[in-house]
């Protein structure tokens, strides 16, 4: 099992950068492969971004290719979404999920955080 908490939300007008932290708990973090949803007011989730195990696998969304970055630090039991350039349409909630076998846009992980809130104004 895997706890997930996420960190880093917050209020800030476009063009700005964000970077969101997932920490996890116990000792098998670099067994998971991780990623990012989000979920907007009156939206259905949607995948974000997804590292695999060891970091070699990365996906992004088509909305966030080239403003988001996705990294893991497996000695910190740690995964990062830096948040660049930020626009109002990516207000929402984001969420940390973690699975040892599933990877990519899948919204059927095993484990999802509690989310952190991020909010882009004009």
């Known amino acids: 099992q895997v706890q997930l908490a996420e960190s880093g939300g917050g209020s800030v007008q476009a063009g700005n950068s964000l970077r969101l932290s997932c920490a996890a708990s116990?000792?098998?973090?670099?067994?998971?492969?991780m990623g990012w949803f989000r979920q907007a007011p009156g939206k259905e989730r949607e995948f974000v971004a997804a590292i695999s195990r060891g970091g070699t696998g990365i996906k992004y969304a088509d909305s966030v290719k080239d403003r988001f970055l996705i990294s893991r630090d497996d000695a910190k039991n740690t995964v990062y979404l830096q948040m660049n350039n930020l626009k109002p349409e990516d207000t929402a909630v984001y969420y940390c999920v973690a699975d040892e076998w599933l990877f990519g846009d899948t919204s059927r992980y095993d484990h999802w955080g509690q989310g952190t809130q991020v909010t882009v104004s004009s």
């Open positions: 116990g000792r098998t973090f670099s067994r998971y492969n």
